[in-house]
């Protein structure tokens, strides 16, 4: 079974700071996504990385995956009100996965004014 | 495109009573997913379809649990004589078989809380 383990679990920071979730896993995954949800809604798709190594950057967010392919980070920059959210990270494993993705259990960010 | 649509957003039901909800997927796309999240946590898989065909169920889906894509499009997962554990968000996704990476876009899902 594929476990992906998601930190911190809260965060809860000033407007202006910076920021780092981290991603883990012993398992290597073909792709990695990461996701953001608000209460009541479904997780809104940011990024997918898929090459070991590779960054991604999103406006103030910047996203990498390891160079192996079993971890990844999202690090925002001068965190907004406005990042507040749940922050999710899921892995494909590619192959017979039939595209299920495995969730880690997701990082509540709150930025305060 | 207007994205992948879940109805209804919200169902109360006593325990016991079935429900049945509802799964809009994005209309290119031929493969739809099934999660389930409760609180505090990221959503589980439960069912994958590719068009009509039901190609894996998770353990986590109990013989309480079905669901079909009759004709590749929608989608309905029913649950039958409810329990309060399956209070929870399901959360339908749909992605391409053409996407070599799999991106999921998800619907808003439906809060089900049974009493």
């Known amino acids: 079974t594929q476990l992906l383990e998601q930190s911190p679990q809260f965060l809860s920071i000033q407007e202006g700071e910076n920021l780092t979730v981290y991603c883990n896993s012993s398992s290597v995954f073909s792709s990695l996504q990461w996701y953001r949800q608000e209460p009541g809604e479904g997780p809104v798709l940011l990024v997918t990385?898929?090459?070991?190594?590779e960054v991604k950057k999103l406006k103030r967010l910047t996203f990498q995956f390891g160079d192996a392919r079993k971890d990844s980070s999202l690090h925002i920059t001068a965190a907004q009100t406005g990042d507040t959210g749940l922050y999710l990270c899921?892995?494909?494993?590619?192959?017979?996965?039939?595209?299920?993705?495995?969730f880690g259990q997701g990082t509540i960010l709150t930025v305060h004014p | 495109d207007t994205g992948v649509s879940q109805d209804p957003r919200h169902k109360i039901t006593k325990r016991g009573q079935n429900v049945t909800f509802r799964c809009d997927p994005i209309s290119e796309h031929n493969r739809l997913y099934w999660y389930r999240q409760t609180l505090g946590q990221g959503p589980e898989f439960l069912t994958y379809f590719q068009n009509e065909a039901q190609l894996e169920k998770s353990r986590l889906l109990s013989d309480r649990f079905s669901a079909e894509r009759p004709k590749g499009s929608f989608s309905t997962l029913e649950i039958q004589r409810t329990e309060q554990g399956d209070s929870a968000m399901y959360l339908c996704a749909s992605s391409s078989a053409g996407g070599g990476y799999n991106e999921q876009y998800f619907g808003p899902g439906t809060r089900l809380t049974v009493t």
């Open positions: 990385v898929v090459t070991g190594g």
């Open positions: 899921a892995g494909y494993a590619g192959g017979t996965s039939y595209g299920k993705l495995t």
